[in-house]
Nanobody
Framework: QVQLVESGGGLLQAGGSLRLSCAAS????????MVWFRQAPGKEREFVAA??????YYADSVKGRFTVSRDNAKNTVYLQMNSLKPEDTAVYYCAATDLDRPVSDPRGLPYWGQGTQVTVSS
């Protein structure tokens, strides 16, 4: 079992930057793939980014603007978001799964945080 707690969301203007954090409980954080999803009102939850041990994966919509990273000593995964756009507005969720499991389908991930709101104004 792993528990996840996101933080760092907020309200900001387009073009700004924000860093989300997701703190995980447990002593086996390094054995999980960590994934970021987001869900805008009225839309399905969508994959944003993921990191396995070192390999990183991004949705096309955020590639070049967002960076996912992890600090295994702190049991924390980060999502650095730059050049934010109004269409990035959503609740951002952190999720975890085994290192060798698929990461882009939210239905397959067993562990989730409660989400943090990011609102980007134009």
């Amino acid at each position: 079992q792993v528990q996840l707690v996101e933080s760092g969301g907020g309200l900001l203007q387009a073009g700004g930057s924000l860093r989300l954090s997701c703190a995980a409980s447990g002593r086996t954080f390094s054995s999980y793939a960590m994934v970021w999803f987001r869900q805008a009102p009225g839309k399905e939850r969508e994959f944003v980014a993921a990191i396995r041990r070192t390999a990183e994966y991004y949705a096309d919509s955020v590639k070049g603007r967002f960076t996912v990273s992890r600090d295994n000593a702190k049991n924390t995964v980060y999502l650095q978001m730059n050049s934010l756009k109004p269409e990035d507005t959503a609740v951002y969720y952190c999720a975890a799964t085994d290192l060798d499991r698929p990461v882009s389908d939210p239905r397959g991930l067993p562990y989730w945080g409660q989400g943090t709101q990011v609102t980007v104004s134009s």
